[in-house]
Each structure stands twice: as structure tokens, then as C-alpha cells.
């Protein structure tokens, strides 16, 4: 029986699935890692340790296996940043990841220049610490591991796939692919190619990011892993939400998921078509069969999601486990007038407002935890409603459906709130895992398991949709006591 083995590295932990050309689930296994908070508002992650979470999954995943492994497939965290030597792979420091927010002045250095324009047109993206290029811009001036590798010619940097890739090939590979290229601020989404003039402004050299390949095909073969024989080739690589994307099947033209993991993320299909969105929303490609042209997604991204009910348990101690905070929120009919805005990372997608803080609003003497605990839940589904506002503007026509996936996709309550809010029905697939899918679709089609993205659509099964059942009035008032909290943190 032939399998792929699926790499899943997140925010927040790294895991490793082994499936079957029937899309069965052979084994899985998951690790988390430490998160490091060395100062307010910046965000690491220790790259040697999410390549030991790497290697720990991967073993548990194979072991007893008898079947032979025919490809790799890879999703990642995206805009996370790492640096490490190209003649061995092995990391110089620690990588700045995606929710980091220690580039806010150099990126309003950039918007002030008027470069935002510029950077749009090329990227899809706007001028936020979100994105690659800025972390590579303060890592080249501000760490000394870093600046004494570029001296000697020795840097490589890339987002994660890239660094896994490098340590999967035993240090021989510095590649990626567009879905993930196109998150770095440096990347010409249209031409296809790193831009010389985007990099001159972040002041980042060409050279120091990799080669960009298709998203389906050879990238490299495994060397001297623990674990793996010499040999197996990764052949899918896709950067995490791009996957989902793929993951749910949306494969044609005005097709959407959303995904709730550490935040939550919007995308739509748009074709061979770059939309330039008038509401501050993402332009970003989604894949990139080879000899096609690349395909494109329109996005939105709320940077937390499921990270406010991490917050909850670790840092108010209000539920001792993640899964807690349904049956807590249950327990009270609504959050009677209580908001919360998830904006402890900053705000996303259409507000982009990096310095922007978290807040409860409307607590009063009769608010409990359980209040709480709905307030969370429900500000996670406003900020799609923004979300979703924008992405409608900008296509000029209603979503239809949505399909959703990630960890908080089990929470019916959440997806019930999502689907009244939004006011469209929402459709969960069987697996939720869709992530993890897409890179298995996407190391599939590399190796030819499936010959077209047609077969991927065949094999998608969907497990219930939340039909939405508020009322006008109800949801409006929802809305207005949203947009009134925004405004105050916007402030």
C-alpha cells in the first residue's frame, strides 16, 4: 500500500499524518513546543525545537508502519521567519513568528514613505508586521547570529517549509513554493519572481530568500533524517491556510473556507485572477500547478481565533482545559451585552491596526465566567463578520456558503454563532483537518496519485452544515455593540 506522510507545523505544535491513496488516517501524532514572549508584542519560536517536534511526530506517525512511504507533503505557519547557516542547515537564532509585532514602527516608516501602493500592487499584501520581509529587515540589523552569517555569506532565510526542507535534505535545499513566497512582502505575485525593488526598500538582498518552486512537484529528498530512509522526495509544500483551501476542495472560482486555528482565516478562491481588494483585505496565491498560471485567493485573517481560548485557560486560568469553555459558555442563554475584542495580537483583516489591545466591554455586576467564556467565542465570529463584509464589497456579489474547518470547527456552539452572525449557512467537512489534506492532495498530485484537482473535488465528503436561525433585528444588535467596541480599541 503506498502512503503519504503529512507534515502539519503550526503555531502552536507540529503534526505528522500517515495516509492512503483512499484518504484513510493510518496513524497521526501530535507535539506542542515552548512559545517565547521576551518582550511585549514580540512573538518566537525555537527552530530547533520545532525540528525535534518534527522528528518526534514523524516517529510516532511511522512506527509499526510496513507500507512504503512514496512522498511528503508539507503545510506550514506562514509569515513565521527563521535564519540558519546554508551549508548545514542548522538554525542561527530564534525565528520571529507571524503574530510578532516588533516591526510596527519600520512598517509606518514604509507607509509614510507612501510605499504602501507599491507594495500592494506587487505583493496583495499591505505594509503590517504580519508579513516576512520587515522580521528579515530587523533580524539583518538588529541580531549579531544573523549579521555574522550574512558576512560570510552563509544566510539563508525562508519561512517554515523552507528551514524544514533544509533540515529534511540534510542542510542541501533552500527552496519554497508561491503560497508562501507571496506572504513575504518581497515577492512579485504576478511576475512570479523575488522584486529587486521591493527588497531594496525592506533592505533585504535577493539572494538571501530561496528558490521558489511549483507547489506540486519535486522540491527535494529526504538525507540523514532520523527515522527515514535516504530518499523519499517531498513533493507538495503549501502554506497552512492555502491548504485548507485546497483541503475543502474550493477549487473553483468563488469558492471559500474558513479555518479556525491559532487565528482565524478567510480565503476565497478567485481564479487566474488577481483581485486588488478596496477594503484593505489580501491578495495571495493560493497554488501553482506546473505549466498553469498561478491561482489566486482573496484573504482575511483575524490573528487570534483559537489562541483567545488559550488565553483563557493559561493566562485568566478561567478553564483548566481548552475544551471546557463550550460546556462553560453553555451555561448562561447569551453573553447579556458582554464584547470581547480578540485583538491581543493587534487587529487583522480590514482594520490592520497593529497596536490595537484586547478588551471586554459591557461587564457588569451580573457578569460571570460563563459570560466570559461566550464573549470569547462570539468575538471570534464578529471579526469574521468584518471579514466577510469586506471580502462581499470587494466581489460585488453575497457568499453563498461557507465551508469551515480547524480545531474550533468542533465547537457547535461557535459555529452556530458564526453561521447567525454571518447570515450563511456553513458547510464541515468530515475531516476537519483540512490542512493537513490539502498537503496530502498537494504531495499526491506531485507524485501522481491523482492526475487533476477534479479527482481532489470526488473525494470530499461534507458532515453537517449550521443553518443560520437569528433574527434581523437580534443580529443587528449584535453587530452595532460590535462595531462600538472596535471603534474604542481603534482609537
Not at 530564534?94 to 514604509?110: G, P
Not at 471580502?391 to 452556530?416: C, F, W, Y
Request: charged share 20%.
Amino acid at each position: 500500500m503506498k502512503t503519504i506522510l503529512a507534515i502539519d507545523q503550526g503555531t502552536t505544535g507540529t503534526r505528522a499524518f500517515l495516509m492512503n491513496e483512499n484518504l484513510e488516517v493510518l496513524s497521526q501524532a501530535y507535539e506542542e513546543f515552548p512559545q517565547y514572549f521576551p518582550k511585549p508584542g514580540w512573538v518566537e519560536h525555537s527552530p530547533e525545537e520545532i525540528w525535534q517536534s518534527t522528528l518526534k511526530t514523524i516517529s510516532q506517525a511511522i512506527s509499526n508502519n510496513p507500507h512504503e512511504i512514496v512522498a511528503i507533503g508539507i503545510t506550514n505557519q506562514r509569515e513565521t521567519l527563521c535564519f540558519w547557516d546554508k551549508s548545514t542547515g542548522l538554525p542561527t537564532s530564534r525565528a520571529i513568528v507571524w503574530q510578532d509585532r516588533r516591526t510596527s514602527d519600520f512598517c509606518e516608516s514604509l507607509k509614510e514613505k507612501g510605499l504602501e501602493p507599491k507594495f500592494q500592487k506587487k505583493t496583495g499584501l499591505l505594509l503590517d508586521p504580519y508579513f516576512s520581509g520587515s522580521k528579515a529587515a530587523w533580524a539583518l540589523k538588529n541580531d549579531p547570529e544573523v549579521q555574522s552569517l550574512h558576512s560570510k555569506g552563509k544566510l539563508a532565510i525562508g519561512t517554515i517549509d523552507s528551514y524544514l526542507m533544509a533540515r529534511l535534505s540534510g542542510g542541501k535545499s533552500h527552496v519554497t513554493e508561491p503560497s508562501n513566497a507571496s506572504r513575504t512582502l518581497a515577492f512579485d505575485i504576478e511576475k512570479e519572481n523575488w522584486s529587486d525593488e521591493l527588497s531594496t526598500y525592506l533592505g533585504v538582498p535577493t539572494h538571501l530568500w530561496p528558490e521558489t518552486k511549483d507547489s506540486m512537484g519535486l522540491f527535494t529528498k529526504t538525507f540523514n533524517v532520523p527515522g527515514l530512509p535516504d530518499g523519499i522526495p517531498v513533493t507538495g509544500v503549501l502554506g497552512d491556510q492555502q491548504s485548507a483551501l485546497l483541503g475543502q476542495a474550493c477549487i473553483e472560482e468563488g469558492m471559500a473556507k474558513c479555518t479556525y486555528g491559532t487565528g482565524a482565516f478567510l480565503l476565497m478562491n478567485t481564479g487566474n485572477k488577481k483581485i486588488e481588494s478596496q477594503n484593505r483585505l489580501l491578495s495571495t496565491i493560493a497554488w501553482k500547478l506546473s505549466g498553469e498560471k498561478p491561482t489566486y485567493a482573496l484573504e482575511g485573517s483575524a490573528f487570534v481565533a483559537g489562541a483567545a481560548v488559550q488565553w483563557l485557560r493559561d493566562g485568566l486560568q478561567i478553564i483548566n482545559h481548552s475544551s471546557e469553555i463550550e460546556p462553560l459558555a453553555l451555561q448562561v442563554e447569551e453573553s447579556d451585552g458582554l464584547i470581547f475584542v480578540p485583538a491581543l495580537t493587534g487587529l487583522g483583516a480590514p482594520h490592520w491596526n497593529p497596536k490595537a489591545t484586547g478588551m471586554f466591554t459591557g461587564i457588569h455586576r451580573g457578569t460571570t465566567k460563563s459570560h466570559f467564556a461566550r464573549a470569547v467565542l462570539e468575538g471570534i465570529a464578529f471579526q469574521n463578520s468584518d471579514i466577510l463584509s469586506a471580502m462581499e464589497t470587494d466581489l460585488h456579489r453575497p457568499l453563498i456558503s461557507l465551508n469551515v474547518d480547524g480545531g474550533a470547527s468542533k465547537n457547535k456552539t461557535l459555529m452556530q454563532f458564526q453561521s447567525d452572525i454571518l447570515n450563511v449557512p456553513l458547510n464541515r467537512p468530515q475531516m476537519i483537518e483540512s490542512t493537513v489534506l490539502g498537503a496530502v492532495f498537494a504531495a499526491g498530485m506531485g507524485v501522481g496519485l491523482w492526475s487533476s484537482l477534479k479527482d481532489i473535488q470526488k473525494v470530499w465528503k461534507k458532515d453537517c452544515t449550521f443553518e443560520p436561525s437569528m433574527e434581523p433585528e437580534t443580529r443587528n444588535e449584535h453587530l452595532l455593540r460590535w462595531k462600538k467596541a472596535i471603534q474604542r480599541v481603534s482609537l
